[in-house]
């Protein structure tokens, strides 16, 4: 069974870095799937972030991708993500994601200072 | 990018009634939809893929119908455990979610 878990800080001051990490258990990162982030700020709706293939290719979402960095360690077997220069708005539950059948539980990353 | 337009946004319902939630992209995405339920404090739960395809576990009260760009989900005869609020989302070209329908108790 595959199992995905996000783990990082809680709490990002304004102006920093969002660092998270998914770990995965249950299935090679070195499988032919794509590894996904999507957060969703309290009250509202999904938002795709991004995705990386194990082949190091990445996707990202036009309106984060100037911040966004997803990167993978097959060594580690998980995959993670770097958000930079965070406001009140990257306020949100971050979701890691192999395909629409696994999913995180989510992480709560609040940002404030 | 694929624009996921999911309609209504907000759907009163009573125990027993069908609901049918309906789901609208951009442009053709094939049989690549899925269909989630997201209660508050939890993460999403897989419904319907690839457009019709019943995830083991759920209920056959629960069906998705469509292709190319049209879709819906139907509950045939809501229960208790349904009031959630239910996203569509595909998965064709990249990722794009829908606004989410929010299912709640007449």
């Known amino acids: 069974q595959v199992q995905l878990q996000e783990s990082g800080p809680g709490l990002v001051k304004p102006s920093g870095t969002l660092s998270l990490t998914c770990a995965v258990s249950g299935d090679s990162i070195s499988s032919n799937h794509w590894w996904t982030w999507v957060r969703q700020p309290p009250g509202k709706g999904l938002e795709w972030i991004g995705e990386i293939h194990y082949s190091g290719y990445t996707n990202y979402n036009m309106s984060l991708k100037s911040r966004v960095t997803i990167s993978i360690d097959n060594s580690k077997t998980q995959f993670s993500l770097s958000l930079t220069s965070v406001t009140a708005a990257d306020t949100a539950v971050y979701y890691c994601?192999?395909?629409?059948?696994?999913w995180g539980q989510g992480t709560l990353v609040t940002v404030s200072s | 990018d694929i624009q996921m337009t999911q309609s209504p946004s907000t759907l009163s319902a009573s125990v027993g009634d069908r609901v049918t939630i309906t789901c609208r992209a951009s442009q053709n995405i094939n049989k690549w939809l899925a269909w989630y339920q997201q209660k508050p404090g939890q993460a999403p739960k897989l419904l319907i893929y690839?457009?019709?395809s019943l995830q083991t576990g759920v209920p056959s009260r629960f069906s998705g119908r469509g292709s190319g760009t049209q879709f819906t989900l139907t509950i045939s005869s809501l229960q208790p455990d349904d009031f959630a609020t239910y996203y569509c989302?595909?998965?064709?070209?990249?990722?794009?979610f829908g606004q989410g329908t929010r299912v709640e108790i007449k």
């Open positions: 989302q595909q998965y064709n070209s990249y990722w794009a």
């Open positions: 690839e457009a019709s």
């Open positions: 994601a192999r395909s629409p059948r696994y």
